[in-house]
């Protein structure tokens, strides 16, 4: 199966730390999107690629975080300077124009 | 205003029953499509549904079906003869616009519905 594949599953770190998690989306979607979803909520949108290009960010991104997708391939989501807020599970998906968006498994974010 | 509201935080069902999952959506876009995921306790978001604001018909999908009534502004996901399996958490989520070659298609998602299958 050829999904979209986030790691890490889980992170744990402490505040003030810096994180970076990896997604690899379906092989043949150009497009790649980063949602966040707290608990108790729908997911929400952050920003997103179309091939290597960063189209659009979403006010929900702060100057800590920054995501690339350099080949147009995996795309990865950094996180500076964690804080407590920052904790989520942060969700990768991925498609082709006009198609439905494949999600992975997401990255359980977790700030002691 | 929300652009999408599920209003049942929780739903119970016996197992065999058809369940009915509310979600009304608001947009000034023509153009835009409807779609249904479901979330597991296990995390991943899995794709069950998708509706066009232009389409004629009810999408359906196996057990799965999309009651569209656009003047209303909603789009009820319908799972006939529920199954244990259908525990999990439901999401309507909303695209605006057209599909583009370079636009951003991105998903605007309701808070939820945990549904529950009773034996």
């Known amino acids: 199966d050829t999904g979209v594949s986030q790691n890490p599953r889980h992170k744990i770190t402490k505040r003030g730390q810096n994180v970076t998690f990896r997604c690899d989306p379906i092989?043949?979607?150009?497009?790649l999107y980063w949602y966040r979803q707290t608990l108790g909520q729908g997911p929400e949108f952050l920003t997103y690629f179309q091939n290597e290009a960063q189209l659009e960010k979403s006010r929900l991104l702060s100057d800590r975080f920054s995501a690339e997708r350099p080949k147009g391939s995996f795309s990865t989501l950094e996180i500076q300077r964690t804080e407590q807020g920052d904790s989520a599970m942060y969700l990768c998906?991925?498609?082709?124009?006009?198609?439905?968006?494949?999600f992975g498994d997401g990255t359980r974010l977790s700030i002691l | 205003a929300q652009k999408i509201t599920q209003t049942q935080p929780g739903m119970f069902v016996q197992e065999k029953e058809a369940v009915t999952l509310d979600c009304t959506y608001d947009?000034?876009?023509?153009?835009?499509?409807l779609f249904w995921y479901k979330q597991p306790s296990s995390g991943e978001m899995i794709f069950l549904i998708y509706?066009?604001?232009?389409?004629?018909q009810n999408a359906t999908e196996g057990r799965y079906s999309l009651n569209f009534q656009k003047a209303r502004k909603s789009a009820n996901l319908v799972i006939s003869a529920s199954q244990l399996g259908d525990s999990a958490m439901y999401f309507c989520a909303m695209r605006e616009g057209s599909e583009s070659n370079f636009g951003n298609e991105k998903l605007t998602f309701g808070t939820g519905t945990r549904l529950t299958i009773i034996p």
């Open positions: 509706q066009g604001s232009y389409d004629q």
């Open positions: 947009t000034s876009d023509p153009s835009y499509g």
């Open positions: 998906a991925s498609s082709l124009r006009g198609q439905p968006q494949h």
């Open positions: 092989s043949e979607h150009n497009r």
